[in-house]
T-cell receptor, first 110, second 114 residues
């Protein structure tokens, strides 16, 4: 399985943008880039996913490098409720499940 | 409201006493899956089901059984629980027929085996 590399933790201030990086240099052509987050004491929650083009939804934006070897999850205006572990996952939509790494622990300071 | 429910949310049991953790989804999803989450190991898939009566092993299936008799339910069965199965368990479902491919996760079941 193609692996992803994320920083262990990041810290940001409330109401500022947050850019969470993810490297995936061995990504295959059929892998989608998925982002999930896990708030304390909750199950993982879908954030966004994309294949080649940048994507926007109500929660975040996903910027994908032209060579697809890296991507960045962008939270435009972080709130305290965005404090969570963020997972960058490659998934081709096959029968196997999502492979969660250790993710990035995002800390939001008030 | 679209959701995945699990019961019980918390369970303390003893070695060898059979238990079942139930999982139900109301989205008519074909694909369902069980994960366990342990500190330092992340989430690992235990079993998955592509559809009714179709199940297969994930990465860590030893000591677990599942069944899929109807689309909405996917129970996880521990026939003889052992302390190394103490963990946080998540059920998930996904609409594989959609390009959306969002996995919905349940709230989790924290299991302690003494």
């Amino acid at each position: 399985d193609a692996k992803t590399t994320q920083p262990n933790s990041m810290e940001s201030n409330e109401e500022e943008p947050v850019h969470l990086p993810c490297n995936h240099s061995t990504i295959s052509g059929t892998d989608y880039i998925h982002w999930y987050r896990q708030l304390p004491s909750q199950g993982p929650e879908y954030v966004i996913h994309g294949l080649t083009s940048n994507v926007n939804n109500r929660m975040a934006s996903l910027a994908i490098a032209e060579d697809r070897k890296s991507s960045t999850l962008i939270l435009h205006r972080a709130t305290l409720r965005d404090a969570a572990v963020y997972y960058c996952i490659l998934w081709g939509g096959g029968a196997d499940g999502l492979t969660f790494g250790k993710g990035t622990h995002l800390i939001i300071q008030p | 409201e679209a959701q995945v429910t699990q019961n019980p949310r918390y369970l303390i049991t003893v070695t060898g006493k059979k238990l079942t953790v139930t999982c139900s989804q109301n989205m008519n999803h074909e694909y369902m899956s069980w994960y366990r989450q342990d500190p330092g190991l992340g989430l690992r898939q235990i079993y998955y089901s592509m559809n009714v009566e179709v199940t297969d092993k994930g990465d860590v299936p030893e000591g677990y059984k599942v069944s899929r008799k109807e689309k909405r339910n996917f129970p996880l069965i521990l026939e003889s629980p052992s302390p190394n199965q103490t963990s946080l368990y998540f059920c998930a479902s996904i609409n594989r027929g959609s390009s959306y491919n969002e996995q919905f996760f349940g709230p989790g079941t924290r299991l302690t085996v003494l």
